[in-house]
Each structure stands twice: as structure tokens, then as C-alpha cells.
């Protein structure tokens, strides 16, 4: 949602849960204090007893109360998709809404940090293995780096772009040192490199191929003057 401007005064747009609690509610409390809403979704406020007499005063405060959680209610509608609203039971006010948001997604948010916690262990461990080709390491650390965004980590290309130059064989030793003398690192893409990698693993394949029938030639050769002695 963008921003609106009001004789140039910019309104904060208003933040939309986008399935990170964590980082939904801090930028939702932020929004809520800077309308002096806060107090309202913190602590909620005491609807009288039925048939109990207020005085005006008492009155006015209440309506004044209702009003405000009204806006209050309505920013949390915009926030939070219908999909969601419809699973949650107490729309009453404005604090049932957030209260049972918190109970929902809090503990899917802790789940969340965990499972990126061990993603970020096994990324760092990871390492191409003797004997495997680029593509398929390049399938294995993509995959972790994808799961890793699904859980909310907006992991970047120089970051993973980093880690193969760290990872790979020494075979690749050579062809790494060159790319990183020749390229820069933050615009190259994960795309880029692996094709500039796999290009120097086809050249290797093909220098091992070429040595291996050299030999068996030579040794045919060696064979066949040896069987004339």
C-alpha cells in the first residue's frame, strides 16, 4: 500500500501481515503508537455492566474509548487478509484481534526461527564433494538457500555467490581466483557463476579425456614395440 500524502504530510502505510509475526507485530505496535492507539490493543478497555448509570463525563470517556478502538479494529482489518480474520472467533475489540494473532502465529514464528537456524548451519558446513559435479552442488546449496527464504531469510546472490567460492574442490581453485580478479562479486549472479564454472569443468573433463587416451595410446604403442623385439 503506498504511501498517501495529505497537505504534505506523508501517512505511514499501514503494515501488512505478511506471515512473519515477529516482524509484522513490532512494525504494527510502531504504526499503533504513533497514532496513540497503543494503550487500547495493550491493556483494551472495561465495557460497564449492563444497566450500570454513568455519569456524562464517564460517558464521554467510554464513547471517546469505542471510537478509538473502532480505528484501531479497522487499521488491524486492512493488516490482516479475510482469510485469516475468519479464523479468529472474538472480533470484539481491538486487543481480542491482536491477542489471538499473537497466540496463532507467535509459536509458528519461533518454529520458524528454529528451522532457520539449522538452515544456516548446514549452509555454512556445506561443501562440494570430491567426484561431484557443479551442477549438482550448485542444486544442493540452492536448494538450503531456497528453504531458507521460504522461512523468511532474504539471503542475497553475493552471499551464496561467497559461499561456492569458499566450498568448491580444489580442482576449481584456478578458475575461482580468475573470476574474482576479473568479476564484481556484488553484481554477479548465482546463474553467472555457475555457468562460467561449469564451462571450466567441461574443459577439465575434456583434458582428462584427451590425457586417458593419450596413455592408452602410448601404452598400446610401448605393447606393440615390445612385441617386435
Keep these: 500500500m503506498a504511501d498517501k500524502v495529505v497537505d504534505n504530510y506523508v ?11 515477529d516482524h509484522w507485530s513490532m512494525l504494527m505496535e ?18 460497564p455492566e449492563t444497566g450500570a448509570v454513568l455519569s456524562e463525563a464517564q460517558q464521554k470517556r467510554l464513547d471517546e474509548q469505542r ?35 499473537k497466540k496463532k502465529y507467535q509459536g509458528t514464528s519461533k518454529v520458524n526461527r528454529s528451522q532457520l537456524q539449522a538452515l544456516y ?10 567426484g561431484e559435479s557443479v551442477s549438482d552442488y550448485f542444486s544442493r546449496t540452492m536448494t538450503i538457500a531456497n528453504k531458507m527464504r521460504i522461512h523468511g531469510d ?8 561467497e559461499k561456492f567460492f569458499r566450498s ?10 580468475s573470476i574474482e580478479e576479473s568479476k564484481d562479486i556484488d553484481e554477479l549472479s548465482v546463474d553467472e557463476l555457475q555457468s562460467l564454472l561449469q564451462v571450466h569443468e567441461q574443459n577439465l573433463n575434456r583434458s582428462t579425456t584427451e590425457e586417458q587416451a593419450l596413455k592408452v595410446s602410448t601404452n598400446g604403442e610401448s605393447s ?3 612385441g617386435f623385439g
Design 121 to 130: 548451519r548446514e549452509f555454512e558446513t556445506l561443501q562440494m564433494k570430491s
Design 67 to 101: 471510537l478509538k478502538d473502532l480505528k484501531v479494529k479497522n487499521y488491524l482489518f486492512q493488516a490482516i487478509d479475510r482469510t485469516i480474520l475468519e479464523t479468529i472467533l472474538r472480533k470484539e475489540t481491538s486487543k481480542q484481534i491482536w491477542d489471538s494473532m
Design 154 to 161: 532474504q539471503i542475497q546472490d553475493v552471499i551464496i555467490v
Design 30 to 47: 510502531n504504526f499503533l503508537r504513533s497514532k496513540e492507539y497503543w494503550t487500547l490493543v495493550a491493556t483494551g478497555f472495561v465495557e
Design 224 to 226: 606393440a614395440a615390445r
Design 168 to 177: 568448491m574442490t580444489m580442482k576449481f581453485d584456478y578458475i575461482v581466483c
Design 11 to 21: 501517512q505511514p502505510a499501514i503494515p501488512r501481515f505478511d506471515g512473519h509475526y
